[in-house]
Structures are given as C-alpha cells and as structure tokens.
C-alpha cells in the first residue's frame, strides 16, 4: 500500500522540523529589508511680496510742498529778523543814495536786541531804517518808514546853525563838526549843509539817536521830530545792491 505522505509522482516530501520558540524571536538576518522610505516636502517656490509703491505722483508732490513750505519759513524768518530790501523814495539821502535805489538792511543787531532785552543803538554814521509815526512836523499825516543817518548819540547835545551841525558830549567838550570827522560818503561826498537861518538845538535822551538826512535842505529829520527812540529803529544799511554799476557797501 502506497505510502499516504507520498507524492503520486513517487517523489518523498521533506519534513522541516519544527519552529521553535527561539527560531519565531530570532531575527532574520538573511531577508533583506526594505529602506524605509523618506518623504521629501515638495519643493513649493515663493515669490517675494512686492509692497504696493504709493502713488509717485502724489508723493512727489508731497516733496514739492515740503520744499516750498521750508523755504517759506526760512524766507519768514530772514525777512523777519536778519535781511529786508528796501527801495529809497525820494531825495532826501542825495547823493550818498539816489532815488529808486535797492538797498539791503541788516536786522540782526535788532533782533538780539530785542531777544536779550537790552537796546540797539546804532554807531554814528550809521544810515538806519526806523519807523516815525507822527510826521505832521514834516507837513506828512501818515506813518513812514525813514532812512537817516546817526549825527548824535544819547547824552550828546547837537547845536545847528544855518544847517552847520555841531556835536558836544564828554570826550568833547567844545564840540565837533560830525560832517568833517565821519567821511560819511566814501566818494568824497559831504552833506549839503546850508539851511540859511536854521537854529536850534537838541539834546539826545538816554536809548535816543540823532538822525538827519544827507541832503539837509530836502530832508524831514530830527530837526523837525526830534530823536528817535531806539525802539523804532528796524536796521542799518549794509549794501545799495542796484542799480548794478553803483553797488557799494556801507
């Protein structure tokens, strides 16, 4: 009787012995294992956020109005406590200044003046611009702005006779001709001094100057409003900047 373990082609099957419990926990070491696979994040690629340029147009134009504004102030402020033009009106200042000249007035002593609390007296022979408001000696109703020359300083007695000016004060006593002495006009020039029959005599209080005009006969000044307290006083002449072949510091 053919054996029932084998196989109808005659062949015997091979028994493999049992698996023990040390052969289930061992490792397999001759099965090749799988590399355990890594999963690479898909590549994603950004692109930069370009920020939103606001409108050119508009911020150029800010710029504009930011230039003009700061040059606006500085202009408000020179104007205002440094420089100011000014143009002559009339002849009273001939020939040291001519009529329609442009002249260029420097503020800043006033100014710290006024920012320190002490007075501005200008030097003598300084030409000034000062505000005189009551002008009715001059046969004028409405407030001006004048340009004069010192002649006297405070404390100091001017005499003048027949428009001949005499200036008396400590250092001396017997007097002295200002017109002889200063050299006003750089050209030669002397004031015109002949007033026939013109007397009188003034003495200068304290922060008060004297001021008269070059041409004496054509010039409404302290002979006719007395001195001008240093309050009025806005600020010196430093150049006659037209007409342009006549440009000249002072």
């Known amino acids: 009787m053919p054996d029932q373990n084998q196989n109808p082609n005659g062949s015997i099957p091979l028994r493999q012995p049992p698996l023990t419990p040390q052969d289930i926990s061992a490792p397999r070491t001759n099965v090749p294992q799988p590399e355990p696979q890594v999963i690479q994040p898909e590549f994603i690629p950004t692109v930069p956020k370009i920020p939103k340029e606001p409108n050119r147009g508009l911020r150029d134009f800010g710029s504009f109005v930011g230039i003009l504004a700061t040059a606006g102030i500085l202009a408000f402020l020179l104007i205002s406590f440094v420089f100011r033009s000014y143009e002559v009106d009339g002849i009273s200042m001939q020939t040291t200044l001519m009529n329609q000249d442009k002249l260029l007035i420097w503020k800043m002593p006033r100014t710290i003046a006024r920012i320190t609390g002490n007075p501005y007296l200008p030097a003598r022979g300084d030409v000034v611009i000062f505000d005189q408001i009551d002008l009715t000696a001059c046969g004028q109703g409405e ?64 922060n008060q100057v004297f001021v008269s005009g070059d041409n004496r006969p054509f010039s409404c000044d302290s002979r006719a409003f007395g001195p001008i307290n240093e309050n009025q006083l806005i600020g010196k002449l430093i150049i006659r900047l037209l007409p342009a072949n006549k440009i000249k510091l002072f």
Do not use: C, W
């Not at 340009?147 to 001949?164: C, F, T, Y």
């Not at 002949?194 to 007397?199: C, F, L, M, R």
């Open 143 to 206: 407030a001006r702005q004048l340009i004069k020359r010192v002649i006297a300083l405070p404390g100091e007695r001017v005499s003048i006779v027949d428009g001949h000016y005499m200036v008396y004060n400590a250092s001396y006593p017997q007097g002295f001709d200002p017109d002889k002495t200063l050299g006003y006009d750089q050209d030669g020039h002397i004031p015109t001094t002949t007033v026939t029959g013109e007397t009188t005599d003034f003495t200068v209080g304290k």
